[in-house]
């Protein structure tokens, strides 16, 4: 007993006197301290994680200048006419741009910031909007001109929605905004055809923020921004999810998922507001591609908070700005893996 002991407390102290000695040999000046180092992957305000690395990804070209100022840029969609729609958060008004380019406002909001836009098969453009200073919003509809402005979800229904998509029965979700990351007081909801009857889908949810269905309208996706979460959800109906059917598809690193879209195979592309970038997922949630933002690597460009694809193409329409960087608010396009959806199937 005593000599196993003794060989234990040999062995031990063996230990002990080997982790010693190469500290003892660096405090001599034995050779050189150890130190990280910047690579050309690690350099910069928004290196792309790891993991996502080796995706395939595409640089966007710019298709067009805004504003000479960071103007925060929401929410694109494309009417019947071919018309780009696109919100003007920091000017509270929705702006239409025509194909040759040419920029005009729809409809301004008043004290209600713009940030989602979907189109009824009537052609009314569908409008969510916020105001932060009070933590109050809207949803409000008006005709392809702009004019006949109506309440869908008035503020004192006690929401701030973020974004929407229509389904095909002519009802639509919406994202509420409320909520920090210690605190998910958002949630996603449902107003039936009817536009009265508002339904909770996907409560508790931290700033929910991007909205989109799958093209069969069965898969629900959701961006929770304050904690960077992609949801996937399979629906048993228009307010049900599915039995097994919630699922956090992917976790995001770094600031921070924003508004999504989907396309004709199903694959959808989230904006990442503070990266400069897209990221695109298959339908299962498994991410596939990215499209890069120019500047990016240089600190510019870095809030992308949305897209649209123009129908009948893979055209993606990224809508970003650069803040005080002095590059001000720009709409970039690159090819999507697959054509948009058709535009009146309401996604």
């Not at 982790?19 to 050189?32: D, L, S, Y």
């Not at 910069?44 to 994680?49: L, Q």
């Not at 189109?119 to 909007?129: E, N, S, W, Y």
């Not at 694959?267 to 990016?296: H, S």
């Amino acid at each position: 007993m005593l000599r196993t002991r003794a060989r234990y407390t040999f062995q031990v102290a063996a230990l002990l006197a080997a982790w010693a000695a190469p500290a003892t040999h660096a405090q001599e000046g034995g050779g050189a301290v150890p130190r990280l180092a910047y690579g050309a992957q690690t350099r910069g305000p928004v290196p792309i994680p790891p993991s996502e690395r080796g995706l395939q990804a595409v640089v966007a070209e710019p298709w067009l200048r805004v504003s000479s100022e960071g103007l925060v840029l929401e929410g694109p969609a494309f009417d019947r006419d071919g018309d780009l729609l696109f919100c003007d958060v920091t000017g509270r008004r929705v702006v239409r741009a025509s194909p040759d380019k040419r920029l005009s406002t729809l409809v301004s909001l008043g004290s209600l910031g713009p940030g989602g836009i979907a189109l009824h098969k009537d052609g009314r453009v569908f409008v969510a909007a916020m105001g932060f200073a009070k933590g109050v919003g809207a949803i409000v509809a008006v005709a392809p001109d702009g004019s006949g402005m109506r309440e869908i979800v008035p503020p004192g229904a006690g929401y701030m929605p973020n974004d929407l998509v229509f389904d095909d029965r002519g009802g639509f979700y919406f994202t509420d905004f409320r909520g920090t990351s210690t605190d998910p007081k958002g949630g996603v909801y449902y107003v039936a055809p009817d536009l009265r009857t508002v339904t909770p889908v996907l409560p508790h949810l931290a700033m929910a923020n991007g909205v989109a269905l799958s093209p069969d309208g069965k898969t629900l996706w959701v961006t929770e921004f304050s904690r960077n979460l992609l949801h996937r959800v399979e629906l048993a109906d228009a307010t049900t999810p599915a039995p097994f059917g919630t699922a956090v598809a992917y976790h995001f690193t770094g600031p921070a998922p924003d508004s999504m879209r989907a396309d004709a195979d199903g694959n959808v592309y989230v904006a990442i507001y503070g990266q400069g970038r897209v990221l695109a997922f298959n339908r299962n949630g498994i991410p596939i591609g990215q499209v890069l933002l120019p500047g990016r690597d240089g600190g510019h460009n870095l809030r992308s908070t949305s897209m649209a694809l123009r129908p009948g193409t893979d055209e993606l329409l990224i809508v970003a700005n650069d803040g005080d960087g002095g590059q001000g608010a720009t709409i970039f396009r690159a090819g999507a893996f697959a054509k948009a959806l058709p535009l009146y199937s309401h996604r």
